[in-house]
């Protein structure tokens, strides 16, 4: 099964950011269903059954060391001319360790990447097909600010492929506190 850890934003967060995005949506880009939309925190990629109690172990600890936050989202970007996405506003540097501790709980079982670019806050909003030019999206949407959330746990998700014209399907597995000290 294809796994990932995240960071959820509240319902109410990303009914707002739909709102605004809905002003930009066209039939250019490929758009994310709101539903799905959350921050990413490690990519495990396929995992076997066999494996799944342990990773949901390692990550339940490192959830357990961190402390909740506070997030928003904001801003926009892009990932050269394919992605389009809305930037994460809080505390760069708690998000990034707890970042670094939920790949880590992978690599500790021999599943994820090694991936060395440096982590980026975001929500995917939608995707080109093909190359695009993004930038008339990121300027509509640079100045967003959505409501303040508590970031207060991690998810633990299976990623289904979507149908044809469909993007994949979320299945929230295990959801982990951030109950550590500040």
Same mark, same amino acid.
């Given at each position: 099964? %294809? !796994?990932?850890? &995240?960071?959820?934003p509240? /319902? *109410?967060?990303? @009914?707002?950011? +739909?709102a605004?995005?809905?002003?930009? $949506?066209d ?8 539903a ?18 342990e990773?949901?172990? %390692? !990550?339940?600890? &490192?959830?357990?060391?961190? /402390? *909740?936050?506070? @997030?928003?989202? +904001?801003?926009a970007?892009?990932?050269? $001319?394919?992605v389009?996405?809305a930037g994460?506003?809080?505390d ?11 790949r880590?709980?992978?690599r500790?079982?021999?599943?994820g ?21 993004l930038?008339?999206y ?17 998810t633990?998700?299976?990623s ?9 399907r ?8 951030l109950?550590?000290?500040?």
């Amino acid at each position: 099964m %294809r !796994l990932f850890a &995240a960071v959820d934003p509240p /319902p *109410a967060a990303a @009914a707002h950011l +739909a709102a605004v995005v809905d002003e930009v $949506r066209d039939g250019v880009l490929r758009w994310s269903d709101p539903a799905g939309w959350h921050l990413t925190l490690a990519f495990y990629g396929e995992v076997g059954e066999d494996r799944l109690g342990e990773l949901t172990e %390692r !990550l339940a600890r &490192a959830a357990r060391r961190h /402390p *909740a936050t506070r @997030a928003r989202i +904001a801003g926009a970007g892009r990932f050269g $001319r394919a992605v389009l996405w809305a930037g994460i506003d809080g505390d760069d540097v708690a998000l990034r360790a707890l970042a670094g501790s939920a790949r880590a709980a992978g690599r500790r079982i021999g599943v994820g990447s090694e991936d060395r670019q440096r982590f980026r806050p975001h929500v995917t909003l939608a995707r080109a097909r093909g190359a695009a030019d993004l930038r008339p999206y990121v300027e509509r949407l640079a100045a967003y600010s959505g409501p303040e959330w508590p970031a207060d746990g991690v998810t633990l998700f299976r990623s289904r492929p979507g149908g044809p014209g469909h993007g994949p399907r979320y299945e929230a597995l295990a959801r982990f506190a951030l109950t550590g000290r500040r």
